[in-house]
């Protein structure tokens, strides 16, 4: 914490200024004196000059210079001077009554004005002795009670009234710059998390910008949190925290689930700061946070997009205390950094795998395309030079190439597909689908050059939608079964009255659970072994992408296989109905 008792003071400069300012005041009476000298006074005259210079001189010396001594002194001066002469009727002050009242105000206030500590006892105690002053010069020089107590009442209450004044002046000077000092320490916060945030890419940043936070606030502990799953639920784990004097959480208490904490994950759901007080939430709630010693905590959401990625907050363990909104701000600010930061990260993550991605889609569709190439180069070289080859023969060479030529146009047509739904140009034109009439088509085609039983099980089912993309859909995943799933292969159908579902299954070992989101991402391959056929890895993904565009869904269940779902022909026409 940043010491903020300077301001607390009152400056030495403003003591020198005050000593430098009485001796000049002193020099001019003196020189006032000696223009119009009498003889009862010059002495008194010179002789306080020569006493209050060398004062002066002394004072303006010391390192801490204190303008209070030498004003008390004047103070005490005057009062005694102008008692003695009320009493034996003499003139031996240069001062006059009046110049004397005056001067006895003038130096209580800045007496009270000057005192560093103390300041309204001070006051105080001048009022009641300029009050005692007034009393005794009153008696002894013959005053009215009203004219004595006239006096009084201007003197105690405008010495009163002016320290008062001094005092709230230098309240608000204090309070002005605590504000600016805790705002200052602010700034400087945010900028070293920002500065942390945008520099630095590794874990450590997060780090940094939580030590940083710490310095910004008279919390005992900051922490940022990032949203986790926990014992199989939505929860949170901290990821980076700054304590002072030792605050901080236990290593059990540093992750959680969210249904533990209701209040706070509601409100940061909603995306508004949460201010946590334990005496103010249920019992079975409070429990939570009491266990970790905590008193009162805000917590402000970080968002990622529109997802909430995590929170960031400021804990007090040792008193309870009321959090400004400039600390909360600060905490927003600080969230929206980090918020960029982790946005960051997802970014070059992302472009990463991107690359990867692109350079595995190359290395694997220069094998794919060049295989079929091959093939029909090879064989329409040998049908061209036609040596030795006999008429069967010559048929066989044509089939393959015809075959292989049918493969490598379905390979260019799905990267074409995935291109143009990449970039939304992909259409649809949904139609009555004769379901089991496009499966055959496609599998007739497909059991050329394969020696694997495929079977189709069903009678007439109509679907809506596009005719093309069906049949892509269907080749991608029977042609997926026939290059990874066992020897036998049926696809079936299920009918209700909204929906249409093409069940694909084999006898192979079929997909791993973990695997089962995987497939369906573009360029991911579900097995490299050497000994199966090599994929594009983006069949799967465009048939996913189709039969969403389709108002579908396509997914592997484990106990089934792929599952293709389509709306119903009477689903179908009542939504083009509508549309329409």
């Given at each position: 914490?940043?010491?903020?008792?300077?301001?607390?003071?009152?400056?030495?400069?403003?003591?020198?200024?005050?000593?430098?300012?009485?001796?000049?005041?002193?020099?001019?009476?003196?020189?006032?004196?000696?223009?119009?000298?009498?003889?009862?006074?010059?002495?008194?005259?010179w002789?306080?000059?020569?006493?209050?210079?060398?004062?002066c001189?002394?004072?303006?010396?010391?390192?801490?210079?204190?303008?209070?001594?030498?004003?008390?002194?004047?103070?005490?001066?005057?009062?005694?001077?102008?008692?003695?002469?009320?009493?034996?009727?003499?003139?031996?002050?240069?001062?006059?009554?009046?110049?004397t009242?005056?001067a006895?105000?003038i130096?209580?206030?800045?007496?009270?004005?000057?005192?560093?500590?103390?300041?309204?006892?001070w006051?105080?105690g001048?009022?009641?002795g300029?009050?005692?002053?007034?009393?005794v010069?009153?008696?002894?020089?013959g005053l009215?009670?009203g004219?004595?107590?006239?006096?009084?009442?201007?003197?105690?209450?405008?010495?009163?009234?002016?320290?008062w004044?001094v005092e709230?002046?230098?309240?608000?000077?204090?309070?002005?710059?605590?504000?600016?000092?805790?705002a200052?320490?602010?700034?400087?916060?945010?900028?070293?998390?920002?500065?942390?945030?945008?520099?630095?890419?590794?874990?450590?940043?997060?780090?940094?910008?939580?030590?940083?936070?710490?310095q910004?606030t008279?919390a005992?502990y900051?922490?940022?949190?990032?949203?986790?799953?926990?014992?199989?639920?939505?929860g949170?784990?901290?990821?980076?925290?700054?304590?002072?004097?030792?605050?901080?959480?236990?290593?059990?208490?540093?992750?959680?689930?969210?249904?533990?904490?209701?209040?706070?994950?509601?409100?940061?759901?909603?995306?508004?700061?949460?201010i946590?007080?334990?005496?103010?939430l249920?019992?079975?709630?409070?429990?939570?946070?009491?266990?970790?010693?905590?008193?009162?905590?805000?917590?402000?959401p970080?968002y990622?997009?529109?997802?909430?990625?995590?929170?960031?907050?400021?804990?007090q363990?040792?008193?309870?205390?009321?959090?400004?909104?400039?600390?909360?701000?600060t905490?927003?600010?600080?969230?929206?950094?980090?918020?960029?930061?982790?946005?960051?990260l997802?970014?070059?993550?992302?472009?990463r795998?991107?690359?990867?991605?692109?350079?595995?889609?190359?290395?694997?569709?220069?094998?794919?395309?060049?295989?079929?190439?091959?093939?029909?180069?090879?064989?329409s070289e040998?049908?061209?030079?036609?040596?030795?080859?006999?008429?069967?023969e010559?048929?066989?060479?044509m089939?393959?190439?015809?075959?292989?030529?049918?493969?490598?146009?379905e390979?260019?047509?799905?990267?074409?597909?995935a291109?143009?739904?990449?970039?939304?140009?992909?259409?649809?034109?949904?139609?009555?689908?004769?379901l089991?009439?496009?499966?055959?088509?496609?599998?007739?085609g497909?059991?050329q050059?394969s020696?694997?039983n495929?079977?189709?099980?069903?009678?007439e089912v109509?679907a809506?939608?596009?005719?093309?993309?069906?049949?892509?859909?269907?080749?991608?995943?029977?042609?997926?079964?026939i290059?990874?799933?066992?020897?036998n292969?049926?696809?079936?159908?299920?009918?209700?009255?909204?929906?249409?579902?093409l069940?694909?299954a084999?006898?192979?070992?079929?997909?791993?659970?973990?695997?089962?989101?995987?497939?369906?991402?573009?360029?991911?391959?579900?097995?490299?072994?050497p000994?199966?056929?090599?994929?594009v890895g983006?069949g799967?993904?465009?048939?996913?992408?189709?039969?969403?565009?389709m108002?579908?869904?396509l997914?592997?269940?484990?106990?089934?296989?792929?599952?293709?779902?389509?709306?119903?022909?009477?689903?179908?026409?009542r939504?083009?109905?509508?549309?329409?």
């Amino acid at each position: 914490m940043v010491e903020i008792g300077s301001v607390n003071a009152v400056p030495r400069d403003l003591h020198r200024r005050a000593i430098w300012l009485f001796f000049a005041v002193i020099t001019l009476l003196v020189i006032v004196e000696l223009l119009e000298p009498r003889a009862d006074t010059v002495w008194s005259a010179w002789g306080s000059f020569a006493v209050y210079a060398v004062w002066c001189f002394q004072a303006l010396r010391s390192k801490r210079p204190n303008a209070v001594p030498i004003f008390v002194g004047s103070l005490v001066y005057l009062c005694v001077f102008s008692v003695v002469e009320s009493a034996a009727g003499l003139q031996i002050n240069p001062f006059d009554h009046t110049a004397t009242y005056g001067a006895v105000l003038i130096l209580s206030t800045l007496v009270g004005a000057m005192v560093e500590r103390h300041r309204m006892r001070w006051a105080l105690g001048l009022s009641i002795g300029v009050g005692v002053w007034i009393t005794v010069i009153g008696l002894v020089s013959g005053l009215s009670t009203g004219a004595m107590f006239t006096r009084w009442i201007i003197g105690v209450a405008g010495v009163l009234v002016a320290v008062w004044m001094v005092e709230r002046l230098t309240y608000n000077l204090r309070e002005a710059a605590r504000i600016h000092e805790r705002a200052r320490r602010l700034n400087d916060a945010i900028a070293a998390c920002s500065e942390s945030l945008l520099v630095h890419s590794d874990r450590f940043a997060i780090h940094e910008a939580a030590r940083a936070l710490i310095q910004a606030t008279d919390a005992d502990y900051v922490f940022i949190a990032r949203s986790a799953t926990v014992d199989g639920e939505p929860g949170w784990e901290i990821v980076a925290e700054a304590s002072r004097s030792g605050a901080g959480l236990d290593p059990g208490l540093r992750r959680g689930r969210n249904a533990d904490i209701p209040t706070t994950t509601k409100a940061l759901h909603a995306g508004k700061p949460v201010i946590i007080r334990p005496n103010e939430l249920p019992p079975e709630e409070a429990a939570q946070y009491e266990g970790e010693g905590m008193i009162t905590e805000v917590v402000v959401p970080i968002y990622v997009g529109r997802e909430l990625r995590g929170s960031i907050g400021f804990i007090q363990y040792t008193d309870d205390r009321d959090w400004t909104d400039d600390e909360v701000k600060t905490l927003q600010r600080a969230s929206d950094m980090i918020a960029a930061y982790w946005e960051r990260l997802d970014t070059a993550e992302q472009l990463r795998a991107s690359n990867e991605s692109k350079d595995r889609l190359l290395s694997s569709v220069s094998h794919e395309i060049r295989t079929p190439l091959t093939a029909i180069v090879g064989l329409s070289e040998a049908i061209v030079d036609g040596s030795g080859l006999a008429e069967d023969e010559v048929a066989e060479l044509m089939s393959i190439i015809a075959r292989q030529s049918r493969e490598l146009s379905e390979l260019v047509e799905d990267l074409l597909v995935a291109s143009r739904a990449g970039f939304g140009n992909l259409s649809i034109r949904p139609e009555p689908v004769d379901l089991i009439g496009q499966v055959r088509r496609v599998v007739e085609g497909l059991r050329q050059g394969s020696c694997k039983n495929i079977q189709v099980i069903g009678d007439e089912v109509w679907a809506w939608a596009d005719p093309l993309r069906v049949r892509q859909i269907i080749r991608n995943l029977v042609s997926n079964a026939i290059k990874y799933g066992g020897e036998n292969i049926t696809v079936t159908f299920q009918v209700d009255p909204s929906t249409v579902q093409l069940v694909v299954a084999d006898d192979g070992p079929g997909v791993r659970a973990e695997e089962a989101e995987l497939i369906f991402q573009r360029y991911y391959r579900s097995s490299d072994s050497p000994t199966l056929p090599g994929s594009v890895g983006i069949g799967l993904a465009v048939s996913r992408q189709l039969a969403e565009l389709m108002s579908g869904t396509l997914r592997y269940v484990p106990s089934e296989g792929f599952v293709l779902t389509l709306p119903s022909l009477a689903a179908g026409e009542r939504a083009a109905t509508l549309l329409a």
